[in-house]
């Protein structure tokens, strides 16, 4: 069985953003991270996004993304509930970024702008992202790995979680919870 993708700390997530930061596309790049980190979406899903998915007519991100059937893993379309601390870093990028086809994708790419990102390379940009952010074990998968598991230890049902990362069975979202010292002390104390 393979190793699972890193969940990460938020001091992790903070020196990814801080070396971010300091690099070429940082405001794209900074979307692109929090996006997995704040939506639990898949590099296919978050590759395959278009402008207008992401922002309506008056330029403004939406509440609700809405994911189409051929762009999941599980072939069902779903939605994206984006909270308001997502909301307020891909309206930065969208305010830097706006193409004039909206059919365009959301995360453009320095090298082919009209494509955006594939699901290959964006996996890449993670990769590399990681490595240089000095996160050992992280992948394109810790965002999503880390949502699931963070929303876990507020308490939330594993049915919802279920619903939010689109997982056909629970146990598969059982999978993705990683279980930490913190989360346990703080079941415990419930008993106080």
């Given at each position: 069985?393979?190793?699972?993708?890193?969940?990460?700390?938020?001091?992790?997530?903070?020196?990814?953003?801080?070396?971010?930061?300091?690099?070429?596309?940082?405001?794209?790049?900074?979307?692109?991270?929090?996006?997995?980190?704040?939506?639990?979406?898949?590099?296919?899903?978050?590759?395959?996004?278009?402008?207008?998915?992401?922002?309506?007519?008056?330029?403004?991100?939406?509440?609700?993304?809405?994911?189409?059937?051929?762009?999941?893993?599980?072939?069902?379309?779903?939605?994206?509930?984006?909270?308001?601390?997502?909301?307020?870093?891909?309206?930065?990028?969208?305010?830097?970024?706006?193409?004039?086809?909206?059919?365009?994708?959301?995360?453009?790419?320095?090298?082919?702008?009209?494509?955006?990102?594939t699901p290959?390379?964006?996996?890449?940009?993670?990769?590399?992202?990681?490595?240089?952010?000095?996160?050992?074990?992280?992948?394109?998968?810790?965002?999503?790995?880390?949502?699931?598991?963070?929303?876990?230890?507020?308490?939330?049902?594993v049915r919802?979680?279920?619903?939010?990362?689109?997982?056909?069975?629970?146990?598969?979202?059982?999978?993705?919870?990683?279980?930490?010292?913190?989360?346990?002390?703080?079941?415990?104390?419930?008993?106080?």
């Open positions: 069985m393979s190793k699972q993708a890193k969940t990460l700390t938020k001091e992790e997530l903070r020196r990814v953003l801080d070396h971010i930061a300091t690099r070429k596309h940082s405001i794209r790049n900074r979307a692109i991270v929090t996006a997995s980190f704040y939506s639990g979406c898949r590099v296919g899903e978050l590759s395959s996004l278009t402008y207008a998915d992401v922002v309506d007519e008056a330029g403004k991100v939406r509440d609700e993304i809405r994911l189409k059937a051929e762009n999941t893993k599980t072939n069902e379309a779903r939605t994206v509930f984006v909270n308001s601390k997502l909301k307020k870093e891909l309206q930065q990028y969208a305010n830097a970024y706006k193409p004039v086809n909206h059919q365009q994708k959301f995360f453009y790419s320095q090298k082919r702008s009209s494509d955006g990102y290959n390379t964006l996996a890449q940009f993670f990769h590399f992202l990681y490595k240089r952010a000095g996160i050992v074990g992280a992948s394109s998968h810790s965002g999503r790995r880390t949502y699931i598991s963070n929303l876990a230890s507020f308490g939330i049902s919802v979680l279920a619903s939010l990362a689109g997982h056909k069975h629970i146990s598969t979202t059982q999978s993705y919870i990683d279980v930490n010292d913190n989360m346990k002390r703080s079941a415990v104390e419930l008993l106080a």
